[in-house]
């Protein structure tokens, strides 16, 4: 592989929907003063979304998905990086409207772009991600919003993916009591070694009603499943209580009422890593490395996996089969 003839994932939309790896050039990569080589990148359930064809994520084709990577400068025309420096770049319009990570090489404005932190390698970037930094920031609404962890216990839904998995480790390193919520029997040894205090099933959760207000289970809650298990969780939120939500694999509608708010004070958090201030962006990233950072990143990868593999790999989260983190080595 060189830069002028190197691998990526592309999407596209001809006569049939595709997703292979082929071969591209740099004149193929979009605008962006600093050219990377990828070292790593992950799997994002909007990264599985960018994959199919009614996906309503990328908004043109032939296309280079992966809302994350994590790599080296290889040219840079802005001040602020320079040849050899490691690097993160994961959002804004990366795997949506610019080419993203799943390349050996990516072209990216320099604004987008993250230091790589003192105390990760550009390996544990991306086993975190946007999922893990979506779940550091979920951390962080809470804390902003009185949540500590004398409150009591905090529900994590989804508990297995990505975001869940990152959050279920940081509460329990800031000393949390969490509450992991997962449908998968076979995962609770796991959900365990990250830190999980109890685990519920998904039914505990939402057991099929919503009601206008329930028992008082929790102090909080970490929510990237949104739906109706939304609906339900804010029910049972206790008095003075907040929900950081940042998902939807369990649908785009909330069917709630407005008692939670009301008649016990709850807050509905929203969390939004995509145009997250770079201000706010470079402190999560410094706590992801230091004290929100997981005692054993390697416990996160379900899967190392190449571009090649990909294609048949990309659909695992849609089906909801996510245990933590896939990687993808460049
Ligand atoms: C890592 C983050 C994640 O995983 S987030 C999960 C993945 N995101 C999604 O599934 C959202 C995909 N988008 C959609 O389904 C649609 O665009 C939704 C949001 C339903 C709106 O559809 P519709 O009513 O047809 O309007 P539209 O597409 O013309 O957009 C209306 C205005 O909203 C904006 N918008 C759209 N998508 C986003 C987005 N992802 N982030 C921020 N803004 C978004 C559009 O630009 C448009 O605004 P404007 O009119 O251009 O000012
Ligand atoms: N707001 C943001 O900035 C942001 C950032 C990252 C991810 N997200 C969203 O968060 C969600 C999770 O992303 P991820 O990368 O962790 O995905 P993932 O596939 O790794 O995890 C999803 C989890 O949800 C569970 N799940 C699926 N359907 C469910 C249901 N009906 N009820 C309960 N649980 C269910 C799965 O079993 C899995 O554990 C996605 O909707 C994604 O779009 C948003």
Redesign the pocket.
């Known amino acids: 592989m060189t830069a002028e003839n190197f691998s990526a994932l592309v999407v596209n939309k001809d006569d049939a929907f595709t997703v292979k790896v082929n071969k591209l050039t740099l004149e193929d990569l979009p605008k962006g003063e600093v050219l990377i080589k990828v070292s790593y990148s992950g799997i994002?359930?909007?990264d599985s979304?960018a994959s199919i064809p009614d996906?309503?994520?990328v908004t043109s084709y032939p296309f280079v998905p992966g809302?994350d990577l994590a790599g080296t400068v290889v040219s840079s025309e802005d001040s602020r990086f320079k040849i050899d420096d490691e690097v993160i770049a994961t959002?804004y319009e990366i795997g949506?409207s610019h080419f993203g990570g799943f390349s050996e090489y990516a072209r990216i404005p320099a604004q987008w772009i993250v230091p790589l932190p003192k105390g990760l390698s550009l390996k544990e970037a991306m086993v975190i991600g946007?999922?893990g930094f979506?779940a550091a920031l979920s951390v962080q609404k809470l804390e902003e919003n009185g949540i500590h962890p004398e409150k009591g216990k905090i529900l994590v839904t989804g508990a297995t993916g990505g975001v869940g998995s990152f959050a279920v480790s940081i509460l329990s390193t800031l000393g949390y009591q969490v509450e992991a919520s997962t449908g998968k029997e076979s995962e609770h040894e796991y959900l365990q070694s990250l830190g999980a205090t109890t685990i519920v099933n998904r039914e505990e959760v939402y057991d099929g009603k919503i009601k206008a207000l329930g028992k008082q289970k929790w102090a909080a809650a970490v929510d990237s499943v949104g739906g109706e298990p939304l609906a339900s969780l804010l029910s049972q939120i206790q008095y003075g209580g907040a929900v950081a939500c940042?998902?939807?694999t369990a649908g785009?509608q909330l069917p709630t009422s407005v008692f939670p708010f009301i008649l016990r004070g709850v807050s509905l958090l929203g969390v939004?890593?995509?145009?997250c201030p770079m201000d706010i962006r470079l402190n999560i990233w410094h706590r992801l490395a230091t004290d929100f950072k997981p005692a054993n990143l390697n416990d996160f990868i379900q899967q190392e996996v190449t571009l090649q593999q990909l294609p048949d790999v990309l659909p695992i989260l849609l089906k909801g089969q996510a245990r933590g983190r896939i990687l993808v080595a460049l």
């Open positions: 994002n359930y909007k979304l996906g309503k994520i809302i959002s949506v946007t999922a979506t940042s998902g939807l785009t939004d890593s995509v145009y």
